[in-house]
C-alpha cells in the first residue's frame, strides 16, 4: 500500500466516524421525548455539521420542525456518502 491510497482510506475512515456519529446524535434527537433537550441536541448537531449540511433553525422550534430539520440532516448526510462511491 503506498502512502497516497494509505492517507486516502484514513479520509475516509475520518469522514464516515463523523457521520456516524452525527446519525447517531440525530437518531438520539429523534427519540427523546424531552422537547427541551431535544432542541439543545438539534442546535449541537448542526453546530458541529459542515456548512453544507447545516439548516436555517427559526427561532419559535416545533416539535414537528425538530423531525423535520433531523430528516433533512439525516438524508444529506446519506446522499453525500452515496455520491462518494
Known amino acids: 500500500m503506498n502512502m497516497e491510497t494509505s492517507l486516502k482510506s484514513k479520509e475516509v475512515d475520518r ?3 463523523w457521520k456516524n ?8 434527537c429523534s ?7 431535544k432542541i439543545n441536541l438539534l442546535y449541537k448537531i448542526n453546530s458541529v455539521l459542515p456548512g453544507p449540511y ?9 416539535d414537528d420542525y425538530i423531525d423535520t ?7 444529506n448526510i446519506q ?6 462511491v
Do not use: F
Open 15 to 17: 469522514e464516515g466516524n
Open 69 to 75: 430539520a433531523l430528516y433533512r440532516i439525516h438524508k
Open 31 to 37: 427519540n427523546e421525548l424531552d422537547i427541551n433537550k
Open 79 to 84: 446522499a453525500s456518502s452515496t455520491a462518494a
Open 54 to 62: 447545516q439548516v436555517n433553525i427559526p427561532s419559535l422550534i416545533t
Open 21 to 28: 456519529t452525527i446519525l447517531k446524535l440525530t437518531d438520539k
